[in-house]
Every structure is written in structure tokens, then in C-alpha cells.
């Protein structure tokens, strides 16, 4: 299976620590030699940047552990294929526009018979499971609301629906994101944390490699990092249920 990674934070905060324990999973502790791909959010922009090499050994990957690109939202993707052959348009995450906005999707697991699902609007560049989905899925949100509905909390109710029914079709963990609010779909692995003031040191599992985050942050940073697997040995990860969506905004939890 492939790995995630997220985060919600309410100023703009780099993702360097957690990318690189990630990144030592994609072919150094962890199988997921197929290639690798992130995205960041800059106001309406979303930089984004995909390899079809190990992360570990990606020298694109080398350059944004010591290139500090701070963003709210970012999503991450490691891949192990078994859907679709190892190429650039295979690697997660994907990215599409509705509304005027740039919305990003990665998701690990297989989904049996989701390509006889029918596509609307949407269109797959490259041959996974997770692009066919994400193609339907957003179809479904265009579909549902042609314009941004008014109450944040009735797109939730949609995607956590149309997640659901994914998850139904085999093993579905997800991250979703359209720049402000970033949705998270547990399967089977997806964990988060949340650090806000008091802060404190954090050590990777993966990489001898320890933060102190009260030396790099402010009294009012609030961050929130989802992941497959923890990332850290040294902090209370949440551990999400199968089945369970969860909801950040600016580094909080709103649903």
C-alpha cells in the first residue's frame, strides 16, 4: 500500500520535518519505491511536484527537504503501484479546478470495479484506480453543486457521503483538499496530530532526527499532521477509526 501525508496549519509553516520521515519510508524503511509526488497550497496557487523515482533517492525530494516552502495545506504521497505501471502520470497527488479553485486528492488502497464508474466532467491523464476516483468524486461535487454551496458544512456532508461509497468498493484512505479545508477519509491507516501551544521536542521513527518545535514556532501556531503511519515516537497520534472522516481548517479540526 501507498503512504499519506497532510497538513492544516492557520500560517503558512513548512512541512520539512514530517516530509522527511515520509520520505525515508518511499524505499529506506518502507517499500514505496514507485514513485512519489507533493503539493502546496500559496494562496490560490498550488505548487506541486511528482517523481517516478524512490523518494528516497529523488533528488527532487533532496531539494525540498532543504528548500523550506511554507504553506496552510499540503498533501503528500508515497506509492507502492499495483494499479498502473510506474510513470509520472501515475504519481499522486492529483489536481483539478472546480469553482476557481485548484483542488488536490491522493489516496492509497484498491478499489474494485471503480472504473465502471461513470465520469461526467472529469477525465483521467493516467491509469490508477485513485485518478478514476478522484475524477468521480469531483464530478459528483460539480454535479451536486455547480457553485460553492453556502455552508461549508453541507460540502463535508457530500464528500464524507461519496467517501463512504468508495470505501465500499474496497480500501479507501484519503486526503482531499480545494486549498482551505482538507478532508480525511480512514479506511484502514490514517492517524493525526495536532501541535499548538505548549510546544515541545519530536523525534521521527524513520530518521535520527529530532525538532523542537517551541524554538521554530509561536505562541499561536496551531498545525495538524495526518499520516498513514505515525511519524514520530515521542507524540499522541490519534489514531482514526475505519470508516471515519475527519476535518481541518487552519490547523484545526472543524468536523
Keep these: 500500500m501507498c503512504e499519506l501525508l497532510g497538513m492544516s496549519a492557520n500560517v503558512p509553516t513548512d512541512i520539512c520535518f514530517s516530509f522527511t520521515g515520509l520520505m525515508n519510508r518511499g524505499g ?3 517499500p514505496h519505491r514507485d514513485g512519489w509526488g507533493i503539493a502546496f497550497y500559496e494562496g490560490k496557487g498550488c ?4 517523481d517516478p523515482a524512490p523518494s528516497c533517492e529523488s533528488e527532487i525530494a533532496r531539494l525540498l527537504r532543504e528548500y523550506p516552502i511554507k504553506s496552510c495545506v ?4 508515497i506509492r507502492r503501484a499495483n494499479r498502473g505501471r510506474v510513470a509520472l502520470e501515475n504519481t ?4 483539478r479546478e472546480l469553482w476557481g479553485r485548484v483542488w ?5 488502497g484498491q478499489l474494485k470495479g471503480i472504473k465502471k464508474l461513470p465520469l461526467s466532467f472529469y477525465r483521467p491523464v493516467g491509469t490508477t484506480d485513485s485518478e478514476h ?6 464530478g459528483r461535487i460539480r454535479e451536486a453543486f455547480p457553485e460553492p454551496p453556502k455552508r461549508a458544512s453541507a460540502l463535508s456532508a457530500l464528500v464524507r457521503e461519496l467517501a463512504g461509497g468508495l470505501n465500499g468498493l474496497g480500501v479507501f484512505n484519503m486526503l482531499l483538499s480545494d486549498g482551505g479545508h482538507l478532508w ?8 493525526w496530530l495536532t501541535r499548538k501551544a505548549p510546544f515541545g521536542p519530536a523525534t521521527l521513527l524513520d530518521e535520527d532526527m529530532t525538532v523542537d518545535f517551541e524554538k521554530e514556532t509561536t505562541p499561536n501556531d496551531v498545525v495538524t499532521v495526518i499520516a498513514t503511519r505515525p511519524l514520530t515516537r515521542d507524540e499522541a497520534w490519534t489514531v482514526m477509526r475505519p470508516g471515519e472522516m475527519v476535518v481541518f481548517r487552519d490547523g484545526m479540526r472543524v468536523g
Design 28 to 30: 529506506r524503511t518502507g
Design 104 to 108: 488536490t486528492f491522493a489516496h492509497n
Design 47 to 50: 505548487r506541486t511536484f511528482h
Design 74 to 77: 499540503v498533501i503528500s504521497h
Design 133 to 138: 476516483a478522484f475524477c468521480w468524486l469531483l
Design 184 to 191: 480525511c477519509h480512514c479506511s484502514t491507516n490514517l492517524a
Design 92 to 95: 499522486h497527488p492529483y489536481t
